[in-house]
């Protein structure tokens, strides 16, 4: 029955397939059946293969086996690529970040800045955080000199829009234009002082003397001494002679 089936099918020219168990050998096979049309003939010549199951399965065994074994050294180098990668984006992140984070809490390291291997984004990251550092430090120096009274210690700003900078130089210039005014505030108080207590000094002997000659002998050696001067000589006018008006020396040092 099976045969006439088969004969029948292959008549009619279709695609069919079927398994069965070869009685000689006792071995399962696999029949296909493919259709030829060959021109200006009615009936169809037909393609007919049987092979093993046996066959088909070791191949396709061997396939999934390589298959599996391809697709595991895939999986393994995926994923070494994409640890190694991985590694490669985070460990500068995590370096900025505590960077950062040392930054934040007004802590300044030149010494260990970051290191730029590459030329990408990570690498202007990394130099952008170095400048920023170096730039804190040398503004940190540059403030704590002018706190000590170095004001005419050099410094730049990092930028045209370094707002810090603009800020510590402004305020570097206040304070030299404010020791400016007073020094010269101090200078003047001391020139009043002075006058001050000459005027003092010379009333409290005009006080004091008696006598025309021992009077300004005391008001010409005070002052030579006051004006720290070497020598001096003391003058008056004399016009009680209309005739004859004249400075008399009093007193010589």
């Given amino acids: 029955v099976e045969d006439e089936l088969i004969i029948n099918r292959v008549q009619e020219g279709r695609n069919f397939s079927f398994e069965r168990v070869d009685t000689l050998n006792n071995e ?5 059946f493919a259709p030829i049309k060959v021109k200006n003939i009615d009936s169809y010549w037909t393609l007919a293969i049987a092979t093993p199951k046996s066959i088909i399965r070791n191949k396709t065994s ?16 995926m994923a070494f690529l994409v640890t190694y990668i991985a590694s490669n984006i985070s460990r500068p992140i995590q370096k900025a970040t505590k960077k950062l984070k040392e930054l934040s809490n007004g802590i300044i390291d030149i ?9 990408d984004e ?34 730049e700003k990092l930028s045209d829009n370094d707002m810090l900078g603009a800020a510590l130089l402004e305020m570097r210039n206040d304070l030299i234009k404010a020791n400016e005014e007073n020094v010269k505030r ?32 005391d ?25 004859d008006i004249h400075f008399e020396l009093l007193s010589a040092v």
């Fill in 111 to 119: 010494e260990n800045n970051l290191e730029i291997t590459t030329q």
């Fill in 28 to 32: 399962n096979y696999y029949f296909s």
């Fill in 186 to 217: 101090k200078k003047e108080e001391d020139i009043r002082r002075w006058i001050t207590d000459g005027h003092s000094m010379l009333n409290e002997l005009l006080r004091t003397s008696k006598k025309l000659s021992e009077l300004s002998y």
């Fill in 219 to 243: 008001v010409l050696s005070k002052t030579i001494k006051y004006v720290d001067a070497a020598m001096g000589a003391l003058y008056l006018l004399n016009d009680e002679n209309d005739k």
């Fill in 122 to 155: 990570m690498g202007e990251m990394a130099e952008s955080l170095n400048t920023l550092s170096a730039g804190l430090f040398h503004t940190a120096e540059f403030a704590s000199d002018v706190g000590k009274g170095n004001l005419e210690r050099k410094f």
């Fill in 62 to 77: 061997r396939v999934f086996r390589t298959g599996f074994l391809i697709g595991g050294l895939g999986l393994l180098l």
